[in-house]
Each structure stands twice: as structure tokens, then as C-alpha cells.
């Protein structure tokens, strides 16, 4: 069965300790990986897409890379405002009109 | 640009009531159209989505529908809530296959 699995689940960090979230699928061919950011209360706010295993993008202290089973969502010096739920989703190649979203990192992020 | 309204922001309702939910999107032509239902704890789940007026697809069966009267409106409905249908509710638009752009979302409690 395709499956997308985030972790950890929850993630603690002083201000400024840089980590990374991990994204995992075992999916029968990758059409696109996105990621979201969600704060709480509100819907998903996109942050990034990557179609390619080697492919990175870049947002502010936010770097997403992607291989060919993983993607990283590394965050570099975070500050308290980067505190939020981040989501990944795949489009998988056999139905290019939905999006299958993992249950999320829940990051806390303290001053 | 695109904006994407959902109403109401949140709602109680008893159990065995009816249910719409309101979705419109401004800005674009012919978007993709979705419905996802988050429950606490849980990833993201797809419940319908719709590539056109009137063409709506089902993704898991329950005792929700959806409609697409006109090509930006989208609208989820219900003859009769189940206290498992509460949960915060997502609408969200593409342009053909591509990134899913989301609502502010509402807040269904079933009593």
C-alpha cells in the first residue's frame, strides 16, 4: 500500500538549533512532493514542490530536498514564528488529481 | 490574484441535522476543486474532488456529499450528521495538476 510517514512527530528546538524533518514513501511512482506549513486553526499554506530525486528548493530558513525513497525539510537557525505543523503530500503518477498528505510534524520552536 | 473563501468558520450542530459547506475560489477559470476533512491527531483526507461542473469523484464512502453547481462553488452536504463527521474541513484548488492552494477551513462540531 502507498504510504507517506513523517517524523518525528513532535519536534522541540531552542531558537536558533537548526534540524531537519523527514519525509518517507514507499509510493508506486512519485508524480510530486509537496510540502505545507499549517498553523493552528487555519488551512495549509504551501511551501515548496519537488518532481525530481536530487532536487532542493529554499525559503528563508527553510530548505526542502528530496531523494529517490526520502524528503528533508531542514531548518536552519529557526526562530519562535517557525512554530507550526508541517505537512507533506505526494502526487502519485496513477492519479495526478489528488494529493495524499502524512499526518505531519508538529514543531515547537522556543526563545 | 486567487483567493479561496469557505463558510461558515465554524459550526455546531446536532446529531442527525443536515450539513453545507460552502467553498467559492476567485481569480481563476476551471480550477480542480477538493474537499479533505482533518480529525484531531490525523493527516489530511481527501473526500471528494471535482475536475469540472457537475463532475464530482468519491474518495471514501461515508454519508457526505458534494456538488459543483457552478465552475468556482463548491459545496459539501449532509442528510444527516454523524457525531464521526466532526472534524475541521478544508476546500482546496489547482489548476489542472498542480499545487493545491487551501481554504481558512470549518470547524464542524457534531454534538
Known amino acids: 500500500e502507498d504510504q507517506v510517514t513523517q517524523s518525528p512527530e513532535a519536534l522541540r528546538l531552542q531558537e536558533g538549533e537548526s534540524s531537519s524533518l523527514n519525509c518517507s514513501y514507499t509510493?508506486?511512482?512519485?508524480?510530486?512532493l509537496f510540502w505545507y506549513r499549517q498553523d493552528p486553526g487555519k488551512g495549509p499554506e504551501f511551501l515548496f514542490t519537488l518532481y525530481s530525486a536530487g532536487e532542493e528548493k529554499e525559503k528563508e530558513r527553510l530548505k526542502a530536498t528530496l531523494t529517490k525513497k526520502e524528503s528533508f525539510l531542514h531548518i536552519t537557525a529557526p526562530k519562535p514564528e517557525d512554530s507550526a505543523t508541517y505537512l507533506c503530500?505526494?502526487?502519485?503518477?496513477?492519479?495526478?488529481?489528488?494529493?495524499?498528505f502524512g499526518t505531519g510534524t508538529r514543531l515547537q520552536v522556543f526563545p | 490574484s486567487q483567493t479561496i473563501h469557505q463558510w461558515p468558520a465554524t459550526l455546531v450542530q446536532p446529531v442527525g441535522s443536515p450539513l453545507s459547506l460552502e467553498c467559492t475560489v476567485e481569480g481563476t477559470s476551471n480550477p480542480n476543486l477538493y474537499w479533505y476533512r482533518q480529525a484531531a491527531g490525523r493527516g489530511l483526507q481527501l473526500l471528494f474532488y471535482?475536475?469540472?461542473?457537475?463532475?464530482i469523484s468519491s474518495e471514501v464512502p461515508q454519508n457526505l456529499s458534494a456538488s459543483r453547481p457552478q465552475d468556482r462553488q463548491f459545496i459539501l452536504s449532509s442528510k444527516k450528521l454523524l457525531l464521526s463527521d466532526s472534524g475541521f474541513y478544508l476546500c482546496?484548488?489547482?489548476?489542472?495538476?498542480?499545487?493545491?492552494?487551501f481554504g481558512p477551513g470549518t470547524r464542524l462540531t457534531v454534538l
Open positions: 482546496a484548488w489547482s489548476v489542472i495538476s498542480d499545487t493545491q492552494y
Open positions: 503530500a505526494w502526487v502519485p503518477s496513477y492519479n495526478t488529481d489528488k494529493l495524499i
Open positions: 471535482s475536475v469540472g461542473i457537475g463532475q
Open positions: 509510493v508506486s511512482g512519485l508524480r510530486g
